[in-house]
């Protein structure tokens, strides 16, 4: 019979959320956690931590994942597609088990939740319920869960229409700037994020010795009926090319109000963020460092994608504006992935989700203060993205493309209004540190879309030859 750890190393090689496709993986080895089942019921449940060398030359050699596991005594009919392999389980009295990936299997997951409900504690797990001033969402013991299918690194579950359970698959010890962030603006009563409702922490062994321990997993109240921002956007600009001969304002799907509203809620959020988690100030000095940055991303992205190398001096000068600028920057606790795709728009208005940071960045960086310019240059450049991603199906049609730069640029120009309305600064006022983080944005998607989409690659060059211009 294959070891039960080659049964696992095929399985996670064929999960979306496996990391590790890009290099030869070996799984090493896999820990497990208390039982969250009680002895003697079927199907046991625990968590299985799962470990496995990162690519060569990565800063965590070792990196962990988590695999909740649901253990049956026979094969279960309707689970053949999280089946992770039968092998004789030593801590089960050596008795032969079907062992499934326990988020798939309804009879596993109301363990979950009912730990995330009561606020269990046990040998190295802690689940947590988050205590709102004005709780409004109670999810029925009974729920049936079901798994969503649109998330890339982490798996998410719904419990009935009432809670949704994100479970974080790459596990990194520290606090989760997600469970983190949300967690604070939902205590101060925000009503712009989803409502946190609990999370859970967990402990498990460090590869070479000791203890890491860090979140596994937030449960948020389901936004029932929402749309993400960027399928609303992107209808937009489908009713915008479907009447050529009109100008966005014209069209009825007119996006701008939405846009301004978005503008609105995301300078809220910042707003309650800097008041929740404390503010800090760069000195001219630090930004002197953070443009040094900037000009090094540039030069390993112009390596990697020579069309690049063209627009190399005008986004140059915008690092280097960056540097001469001497004025200090508030900085504090932001999205730091902030996107249409990163938004719902529920019958309440605009709510922001997934305050996890850029997934490739250590936990570390996504858990420092930035400025909320950053977050403000990714819907910019999100909004044109929607307006160009749909271009593919135009080609060579200028009065399409001609529309396409109109949409974008009203859209943005009414974000940023809408953040103006409420925060009293407007983000074009900062222009050279707003310039400074578009250009980085521009050198990020490049980068990006040369690896994963390069039908899309025009996309960001074509950011970059507007940004170096000016």
């Known amino acids: 019979m294959t070891s039960h750890l080659d ?4 399985f996670c090689a064929n999960q979306r959320w496996f990391g590790e496709k890009g290099h030869d993986v070996h799984v090493d080895a896999m820990a497990t956690s208390a039982w969250l089942s009680d002895e003697g019921v079927w199907p046991a449940v625990r968590i299985g931590f799962v470990y496995c060398a990162g690519p060569p030359g990565a800063e965590n050699a070792i990196r962990v994942y988590q695999l909740p596991l649901s253990y049956h005594q026979a094969p279960v ?5 999280a089946l992770i392999g039968d092998w004789a389980e030593q801590d089960l009295d050596d008795t032969r088990v079907w062992v ?8 596993a997951t109301p363990y979950w939740l009912d730990a995330l409900t009561h606020g269990r504690q046990l040998a ?10 004005e709780r409004t969402t109670v999810v029925p013991e009974d729920a049936q869960s079901l798994v969503l299918t649109v998330e890339q690194s982490n798996t998410s579950l719904v419990f009935g229409d009432t809670a949704l359970l994100k479970v974080f698959r790459r596990l990194e010890p520290g606090s989760n700037p997600g469970v983190e962030i949300e967690s604070a603006l939902t205590e101060a009563g925000s009503d712009l994020v989803p409502e946190v409702l609990g999370s859970a922490r967990g402990s498990w062994p460090r590869a070479g010795g000791g203890t890491d321990s860090g979140e596994l997993a937030m449960m948020t109240a389901f936004q ?12 937009s600009v489908r009713d915008l090319y479907a009447e050529a001969d009109l100008h966005a304002e014209e069209v009825g799907g007119d996006f701008a109000g939405e846009s301004q509203r978005l503008g609105a809620a995301t300078a809220q959020v910042h707003a309650e963020l800097a008041k929740a988690l404390g503010t800090d100030i760069w000195e001219p000095a ?17 390596k990697a994608v020579p069309e690049l190398a063209e627009f190399g001096p005008g986004l140059t000068r915008a690092f280097d504006a960056l540097a001469d600028s001497g004025v200090p920057v508030t900085v504090q606790r932001i999205h730091g992935d902030f996107h249409l795709g ?8 605009w709510k922001l989700i997934d305050f996890e940071g850029e997934p490739a960045k250590s936990l570390v960086e996504r858990r420092a203060l930035d400025t909320p310019i950053k977050d403000i240059a990714g819907m910019l450049r999100s909004f044109d993205y929607a307006a160009r991603s749909l271009l593919a199906d135009h080609q060579g049609d200028q009065q399409i493309a001609y529309r396409a730069a109109e949409w974008a640029n009203r859209n943005r120009r009414a974000f940023c209004d809408g953040y103006a309305e ?4 407007d983000p074009r006022d900062q222009n050279v540190l707003l310039s400074a983080f578009l250009a980085d944005k521009v050198i990020y998607e490049t980068l990006y879309e040369a690896r994963n989409r390069p039908s899309w690659l025009p996309i960001p060059l074509a950011a970059a030859a507007q940004l170096s211009a000016t």
């Open 7 to 10: 049964q696992v190393q095929s």
């Open 77 to 81: 009919d309707n689970l053949g597609h």
């Open 100 to 107: 499934y990936d326990a988020l798939h299997d309804k009879e």
């Open 124 to 133: 190295g797990l802690e689940f947590h319920p988050v205590h709102a001033p």
């Open 224 to 235: 029932k009926n929402a749309t993400d921002g960027w399928s609303y956007a992107t209808t």
């Open 286 to 302: 630090q930004m002197v460092e953070h443009a040094d940055a900037m000009r090094r991303r540039l030069e390993k992205a112009i």
């Open 342 to 349: 990163q938004v719902l728009r529920t019958i309440d208005g």
């Open 422 to 425: 409420i925060s009293g600064t």
